[in-house]
């Protein structure tokens, strides 16, 4: 990671003090401590520093938000296949369990907040997510813009919905394309290396009425890099006169696409 906000003090401590709320001896002997999304802790950081907010709170809404996050994608990591081993059986189990310790967890943590603004957004941006990923599931969108979009809550609601809380309509904007442009460079190079479709692919295919026998690997690759190259171009165009904080995301798009081994060209333009 090339951005010094990754490497930031402050934020250091804040997701340390995240690790030390989620540390249970008894989860700890069966599963991994969830992971954190350093895009989202930062983005999240620099909102709130954005609006000269006490470091109290922002460490506290830091830590609640990645809370609620790490609940709901410990629930989505459940297996929902018939488990024969008794070992995967209580791993799922307490999969489950974990992810409703979590949820108590940001409830606790909300309760030091007492910020019934923060609360509402926190709910509510559960409540879309949830909806969101029962649409993906079950395929209610006939096109796949609309799908598209469902990815974009599922990935990004927490911080557009803390956004527009703090009246900052560039950042909502920002956020939603930045983790879509993230999930695009991921299931790209994970189609690449394994051949498993993920969601973008499954939404690409459909929208050309593919079954997904029909369409060859250069052109669903082709089909990737096309959005890719979209979403790349608004991220620019929507930094371009953001001097403040342009440098950073240009920086962090640079670093995505050589993570994900997106070997096109990016131009970043100045200015």
Aim: glycine content about 2%.
């Amino acid at each position: 990671m090339t951005s010094s906000y990754f490497h930031n003090e402050e934020l250091k401590e804040i997701i340390e003090s995240f690790y030390t709320y989620v540390k249970h001896p008894y989860l700890q002997k069966y599963l991994e401590d969830p992971p954190v999304d350093h895009d989202q802790a930062t983005f999240l950081y620099l909102m709130l520093k954005d609006k000269e907010l006490d470091i109290t709170y922002i460490r506290q809404c830091i830590i609640t938000t990645i809370l609620v996050q790490a609940a709901l994608d410990t629930h989505e990591s459940v297996s929902i296949k018939n488990l024969v081993n008794d070992s995967l059986k209580k791993k799922r189990q307490l999969t489950v369990l974990a992810g409703d310790y979590y949820s108590s967890l940001y409830y606790y943590v909300l309760s030091k907040v007492n910020d019934i603004a923060l609360i509402r957004v926190l709910a509510q941006s559960i409540k879309d997510i949830n909806e969101s990923k029962m649409n993906v599931y079950q395929n209610n969108h006939k096109h796949f813009h609309g799908s598209f979009q469902d990815l974009k809550v599922i990935d990004s609601s927490l911080l557009q919905n803390i956004a527009t809380m703090l009246h900052l309509p560039n950042w909502r904007q920002m956020v939603d394309e930045f983790f879509f442009f993230k999930r695009l460079l991921r299931e790209r190079l994970q189609y690449m290396e394994t051949g498993f479709k993920g969601r973008v692919a499954e939404m690409l295919l459909r929208e050309k009425g593919y079954s997904g026998q029909g369409q060859s690997e250069a052109d669903l690759l082709m089909d990737f890099d096309l959005q890719i190259e979209a979403s790349k171009d608004k991220l620019i165009n929507f930094s371009r006169d953001w001097t403040s904080i342009q440098t950073f995301f240009h920086s962090r798009m640079e670093d995505l696409l050589r993570e994900n081994q997106y070997n096109e060209q990016c131009v970043m333009e100045e200015g």
